[in-house]
T-cell receptor
Framework: NAGVTQTPKFRVLKTGQSMTLLCAQD?????MYWYRQDPGMGLRLIHY???????AKGEVPDGYNVSRLKKQNFLLGLESAAPSQTSVYFC?????????FGPGTRLTVT | EDQVTQSPEALRLQEGESSSLNCSYT??????LFWYRQDPGKGPEFLFT???AGEEKEKERLKATLTKKESFLHITAPKPEDSATYLC?????????????FGEGTQLTVNP
């Protein structure tokens, strides 16, 4: 039982490049979330999903897109990366109450 | 709008020196209050859920308590391995998708 996994662990992008972060969970949770964590700003919700095929905007959705084609996977896309998107990204899943987090992806945009 | 404020921002303790971390919150209707532990370079690790005022939960040297306005995380006789950032989060009944609102955390350092 791996819980929540994220790939890749680290990534460096140049401004304007695109990439996709993958989150997978094996707990059969309905809800999945993408957060970013920045010093002094805590965890901020980017997008979330309440079930397969659904997505919704969180607190800071601009510049990101998401897809939930399968219940166990939640993808976060950056179409045109900007230096302001340099951050640590966490995925989480939930069955209505506590959320379980992945190990994170450290993204640097130069 | 739900809000969570944690204090202090940072706390240094000597091994064995007990203390408490505070989480003050405002929420329209509390469904649950959550405590997490986060080690450097890792994702938050779930510790406790509290649902109603007066509830308490314990795990090893940690005890979480809840009132109608705040929660405390009491650390008894801490050890260096308790050093981490502790995050508090609230979930409201009205919030769609079971979303959490997080505080910025308290960075705890326990010196040997």
């Amino acid at each position: 039982n791996a819980g929540v996994t994220q790939t890749p662990k680290f990534r460096v992008l140049k401004t304007g490049q695109s990439m996709t972060l993958l989150c997978a969970q094996d707990m059969n949770h309905e809800y999945m979330y993408w957060y970013r964590q920045d010093p002094g700003m805590g965890l901020r919700l980017i997008h979330y999903s309440v079930g397969e095929g659904t997505t919704a905007k969180g607190e800071v959705p601009d510049g990101y897109n998401v897809s939930r084609l399968k219940k166990q996977n939640f993808l976060l896309g950056l179409e045109s990366a900007a230096p302001s998107q340099t951050s640590v990204y966490f995925c989480a899943s939930s069955d209505q109450y506590e959320q379980y987090f992945g190990p994170g992806t450290r993204l640097t945009v130069t | 709008e739900d809000q969570v404020t944690q204090s202090p921002e940072a706390l240094r303790l000597q091994e064995g020196e007990s203390s408490s971390l505070n989480c003050s919150y405002t929420v329209s209707g509390l469904r649950g209050l959550f405590w997490y532990r986060q080690d450097p370079g890792k994702g938050p690790e779930f510790l406790f859920t509290l649902y109603s005022a007066g509830e308490e939960k314990e795990k090893e040297r940690l005890k979480a308590t809840l009132t109608k306005k705040e929660s405390f995380l009491h650390i008894t006789a801490p050890k260096p391995e308790d050093s981490a950032t502790y995050l508090c989060a609230v979930q409201a009944w009205e919030t769609s998708g079971s979303r959490l609102t997080f505080g910025e955390g308290t960075q705890l350092t326990v010196n040997p």
